[in-house]
């Protein structure tokens, strides 16, 4: 079956624009050109845009979706995002997300590559950076079996409808043994066209066996305009692997965010992630990693700072599917005003996987009555011989530290600020590129340090 | 006069810890505050120094002003220095960023000039030669994985970087050995000047061979019963409170958990 059946049904009663189920919004975007790419895609994207059809958007009912409500999503009337539209992004934006001025960077735009804002620079022999769509258009062959996936292996929706839509994103080969030292930069950014549109990027990481590289992901925005990405990023690392992964998630107050990390490891691999979520009205920053080869590493880190009315929920899989591998999770998230912050980790430790260590902490911060913290440690093991630990705390700031630095002449609110910034730390000193920490601190402290505690970053 | 308390009141829901304490300390002097514990010294510190955890009636003038009306941070701008008994321990703040960030709030609030990291450093590099302190402290987070003499050490330095008017001292002595005391003292010591007070609160007369106080106070019951010059704590050595506190508060019941 190669069609969508049910795409025309007409808009419902009620705001105009917003849209009950998928079929609708399907209606409203419509898939990209058959033309486009090869005929697995072509034939991919169907599959997945009649999966989700009839799977339908999550609800507060799906386990993983309990928190999140998707209402305010629904309600805004989405466009598809036009390529080659003209845009406000200037190279001074760029430059401000910036973190090495010497490394490689790929900007996208509504999910569309923007090669006039992109920086390529030297890479070694044999490692090919570049755009999706351009390796697509030639064919792609070996890249089907990370579209064409069974449908069982789709988490919901939005996936499946990442699947469908997306135009372009970052594509990343790394051949055996080849080494990229400087950090690869992926600049995902949204504006409205006119109305508010839906990015859809797909990137691919492959770090083939015995290769390093390292990639940060920033998501940013123009200020004031609705958007909405459905983001995915898919790394596979092969035999003795290295990879490196941090995403800045910084888009405007008025914009939402939903992005998969999906990640696969073999027999010894490592790969460490790092995120920061600053940005959005509603962003959900879900971490899947399936640990499928012998004695596999992996650490997680994220920092979530929602504020006013912002949602961040931060859905993490871990999966022990192999002997003697290891996983460690640190979140940490600082709630203020009104904001909400999710922590919905699951660790699934499967037969067969014996000497499993894994480990996850959860620590949140609550700055104000109205803000909220929900957090939920999930383990399932069914193996003998495992070590796991997981532990979670939401708290105030400590009364006492406060009185003591505010005894000492530092204002009440830059007290404040100090005390949120030293609980951030933690998470911040974990991130394992200079520039990049350097460039992640003036974010936090920009957030944290208000006028009066104003001195300098607090390093 | 540079502080002085009047019939000051402090009690945290039912539990009233100073029922009434007078005191007045010149510019210059130094004033030890001696007592069985629960007898409400360390609150009385603390009060001074802002603590917000109290219901507080009296009047406590600092140089004339109402030293009750200010926040924790103004008193500290003003020159009120409380030395802590418990130091708090906070991870993730580097003791460096810390003193700068303490220091520049203080001089700002003072009309002096912020000091730079340089400036700074040359400041603390000096002042910790006081109290002995590595310069690998500076790199440390407040107080964390510090011993206790260490955390008192660093309280007395940070006075010395503060340079306040007035200087409560709540039980630094305890828990010190020789040495760490004759190190703190001696820090404590090369602040006393004309134009400081100090206010030293502790339980033992050993403290005071090496602070020499002008006038000694015993605490009980939540009140000053007894002053005297530094003869009152050798005669304390020798005979106790028992006395003093049996003759004073024999009519009220005993205050309990005088720290909060």
């Not at chain 1, 258009?137 to 997306?166: K, M």
């Not at chain 1, 406060?402 to 911040?428: D, K, N």
């Not at chain 2, 505050?33 to 507080?56: C, F, Q, R, W």
């Not at chain 2, 510090?146 to 006075?159: H, V």
Request: aromatic share 6%; net charge negative; glycine share 10%.
């Amino acid at each position: 079956m190669t069609t969508v059946t049910s795409t025309a049904m007409s808009t419902p009663a009620g705001r105009a624009g917003a849209v009950s189920t998928v079929a609708e919004l399907l209606s409203r975007l419509g898939l990209p050109s058959g033309g486009r790419g090869p005929a697995w895609l072509t034939q991919a994207r169907h599959q997945s845009a009649e999966w989700a059809t009839m799977r339908g958007f999550p609800t507060l009912k799906d386990e993983d979706w309990r928190y999140t409500r998707l209402g305010p999503l629904l309600d805004v009337p989405f466009e598809r995002a036009e390529a080659g539209a003209d845009h406000r992004i200037s190279s001074s934006t760029i430059d401000a997300l910036t973190i090495d001025a010497e490394s490689t960077r790929l900007v996208f735009i509504n999910g569309f590559f923007a090669p006039e804002l992109s920086s390529i620079t030297a890479v070694p022999d044999g490692v090919t950076v570049t755009n999706l769509a351009s390796v697509l258009a030639e064919g792609g062959a070996d890249l089907e079996p990370f579209f064409a996936r069974p449908f069982s292996e789709f988490d919901h929706a939005f996936t499946a409808l990442n699947t469908c839509l997306f135009e372009d994103g970052a594509f990343i080969h790394l051949p055996a043994d080849a080494h990229v030292t400087v950090p690869i930069e992926l600049v995902y950014l949204s504006e409205a066209q006119g109305s508010p549109v839906v990015s859809t990027p797909h990137s691919l990481i492959l770090a083939g066996p015995g290769s390093r590289v390292a990639v940060i992901e920033t998501y940013a925005g123009t200020s004031g305009d609705t958007t909405c990405t459905n983001a995915v990023t898919q790394v596979v690392l092969e035999e003795g692997a290295q990879v490196e992964h941090f995403k800045i998630q910084g888009e405007p107050d008025a914009a939402f965010h939903l992005a998969l990390l999906d990640v696969r490891q073999g027999p010894d691999t490592r790969f460490s992630s790092g995120s920061v979520a600053l940005g959005s009205k509603i962003a959900r920053n879900e971490v899947r990693v399936r640990l499928e080869g012998e004695g596999a590493g992996v650490s997680i880190d994220g920092l979530y700072l929602p504020r006013g009315d912002q949602h961040h929920d931060n859905p993490v899989l871990i999966e022990h599917a192999a002997p003697r591998c290891t996983s460690r999770q640190l979140y940490k998230g600082i709630a203020d005003e009104c904001g909400h912050g999710v922590f919905n980790g699951h660790i699934i430790v499967w037969p067969g996987a014996e000497g499993t260590d894994a480990s996850q902490t959860n620590k949140n911060l609550l700055l104000s009555d109205h803000a909220e913290i929900d957090t939920r440690p999930r383990l399932e093991i069914f193996t003998d011989d495992v070590k796991c630990t997981h532990g979670a705390a939401v708290g105030a700031l400590d009364e006492e530290a406060l009185f003591y630095l505010r005894s000492r002449g530092v204002p009440h609110e830059a007290a404040r600020a100090l005390l949120t910034y030293a609980f951030a730390r933690e998470v911040m000193d974990l991130i394992p590129f200079a520039s990049l920490r350097a460039h992640v601190n003036t974010l936090i402290a920009g957030r944290l340090v208000t006028e009066e505690g104003a001195g300098g970053t607090p390093r | 006069m540079m502080l002085q308390i009047e019939n000051l009141h402090a009690q945290i829901g039912d539990n009233e810890i100073l029922r009434g304490v007078n005191l007045e300390v010149a510019a210059g002097e130094v004033h030890a505050i001696m007592g069985p514990n629960g007898s409400g010294k360390s609150t009385l510190a603390n009060v001074l120094a802002g603590h917000e955890a109290y219901d507080i009636t009296g009047r406590v003038l600092f140089e004339g002003g109402d030293l009750l009306a200010l926040s924790p941070e103004d008193r500290a701008a003003a020159g009120v220095f409380l030395a802590f008994q418990h130091p708090v321990e906070i991870p993730g703040v580097g003791n460096l960023y810390f003193l700068r960030t303490a220091l520049n709030s203080v001089r700002r609030q003072r009309g002096l000039d912020e000091l730079d990291v340089m400036g700074f450093l040359a400041l603390a590099r000096e002042r910790m030669k006081l109290v002995e302190m590595d310069e690998s402290f500076m790199s440390r987070s407040v107080n964390e994985g510090f011993s206790g003499g260490e955390k008192k050490r660093n309280e007395i330095l940070q006075m010395t970087i503060l340079e306040p008017k007035l200087a409560i001292l709540d039980e630094t002595d305890s828990g010190l050995d020789i040495d760490a005391l004759r190190i703190v003292a001696g820090g404590v010591n090369a602040m006393r000047g004309p134009d400081r007070a100090m206010v030293v609160i502790t339980h033992h007369q050993r403290l005071l061979d090496y602070i020499v106080p002008d006038q000694v106070h015993v605490m009980a019951g939540g009140r000053i019963v007894r002053s005297g010059d530094k003869r009152l704590a050798l005669e304390l050595e020798v005979h106790g409170y028992a006395d003093l506190v049996q003759e004073t508060v024999a009519d009220r019941p005993a205050p309990v958990g005088a720290t909060p």
